[in-house]
C-alpha cells in the first residue's frame, strides 16, 4: 500500500508555527499541493514571500478561521489554486490556563472556539466539497481524509488546563462521530492526540519554567520531548491512502507517557 500524498490537495491550518508548519512543509516536500491557513501573515509570509507566490505547490492563505466568511474564502481559494481538495488537517490550536473557579473567566469559550468550533464547521465545509468531487470519480474511490490535531490532554486533567482539556475532548468526540457521519460518502476522519512536542507554545514555556523539560522527560518512558516531524510524518500516513481503512480513530503520539498512573504509589 503506498503512503504517496503526491499530486494531493490539503488545507493546513495553524500553518505559520509549530506542529502545523511542520507539517505543511512535509506535505510540500512529499508532492502535495498545500493551502497554508492561518491568522499569522507575517510569519506565513516570511515562508512563501509575495514574489513566490505563484511558484511551486504552496499558497499562503491569512485568515481568523473562527470567522465562516473566512473559511468559505479559504476553501475558494484553495480550489482557485489547485482546483480540488483532498486533505484538511485542522491544525489551528491555543493553549491558555483556565481559572476552573472563575466565572468570569472566558479562557474556555476561547479555547472552544479556536480548538474545537473552528475546526468543526471548516469540517463540515471542506466534507461537502469533497463528496461533490467524489460525484465525478470512480465508485467507492476515497473523497478524502479529515485530520484533527488533538491532545493527550483530552483524558489527562489539570486544573489549569480545563478549557484546552475541555476542547480536546470534546476534538475527539468529533472526530469519531464525523467519521460515522461521512463513512457512507467514503471520506476518512481520525485524529493525532500527540503530548509534549516541541510546538511554539512548548518552546515558550520551557524558556519561562524553569525544570520544566525535567518534569516532562522524567514522565515519559522515552525520556524526550517529540518533534513536530514525527506528528507529519503521521499526518502523511492518515492522508496517504495506505491507512485507507482507518477512520475514526486517536492516534496517540507521546512517548508512552498516558501510559503512566499519575498516582506516585503503587495500584490496588
Given at each position: 500500500m503506498s503512503y504517496s500524498i503526491a499530486g494531493k490537495t490539503a488545507i493546513v491550518t495553524g500553518a505559520a508555527n509549530g506542529v502545523g508548519l511542520a507539517i505543511a512543509r512535509h506535505f510540500i516536500a512529499q508532492g502535495a499541493n498545500v493551502m497554508m491557513a492561518d491568522r499569522d501573515e507575517d510569519s506565513l509570509r516570511a515562508e512563501l514571500p509575495e514574489d513566490k507566490e505563484e511558484e511551486?505547490?504552496?499558497?499562503?492563505?491569512?485568515?481568523?478561521?473562527?470567522?465562516?466568511l473566512s473559511q468559505s474564502n479559504l476553501i475558494n481559494a484553495?480550489?482557485?489554486?489547485?482546483?480540488?481538495?483532498?486533505?484538511?488537517?485542522?491544525?489551528?490550536?491555543?493553549?491558555l490556563t483556565t481559572d476552573a473557579l472563575n466565572v468570569d473567566d472566558d479562557s474556555i469559550d476561547v479555547m472552544l472556539q479556536q480548538n474545537l468550533l473552528s475546526s468543526l464547521r471548516l469540517s463540515q465545509q471542506v466534507a461537502k466539497r469533497m463528496i461533490d468531487q467524489a460525484a465525478d470519480g470512480e465508485p467507492g474511490e476515497m473523497a478524502g481524509s479529515i485530520i484533527n490535531l488533538s491532545s493527550i490532554a483530552s483524558t489527562r486533567s489539570r486544573p489549569g488546563l480545563m478549557g484546552f482539556s475541555?476542547?480536546?475532548?470534546?476534538?475527539?468526540?468529533?472526530?469519531?462521530?464525523?467519521?460515522l457521519a461521512l463513512a457512507p460518502d467514503h471520506i476518512r476522519v481520525n485524529a493525532i492526540a500527540f503530548g509534549s512536542v516541541m510546538s511554539a507554545s512548548l518552546k515558550t514555556a520551557l524558556k519561562e519554567t524553569s525544570g520544566l523539560r525535567e518534569d516532562i522527560t522524567s514522565h515519559t518512558p522515552l525520556a524526550r520531548i517529540g518533534s513536530p516531524a514525527e506528528i507529519a510524518d503521521a499526518a502523511q500516513y492518515l492522508a496517504s491512502d495506505g491507512s485507507g481503512f482507518m477512520t475514526g480513530q486517536i492516534l496517540t503520539i507521546d512517548g508512552g507517557?498516558?501510559?503512566?498512573?499519575?498516582v506516585e504509589t503503587a495500584a490496588h
Open positions: 511551486g505547490n504552496s499558497r499562503i492563505f491569512a485568515c481568523d478561521l473562527r470567522e465562516k484553495t480550489l482557485d489554486a489547485f482546483d480540488r481538495i483532498d486533505i484538511l488537517v485542522n491544525g489551528s490550536r491555543q493553549v475541555i476542547a480536546n475532548a470534546a476534538m475527539d468526540q468529533m472526530t469519531r462521530t464525523m467519521a507517557r498516558s501510559l503512566l498512573d499519575p
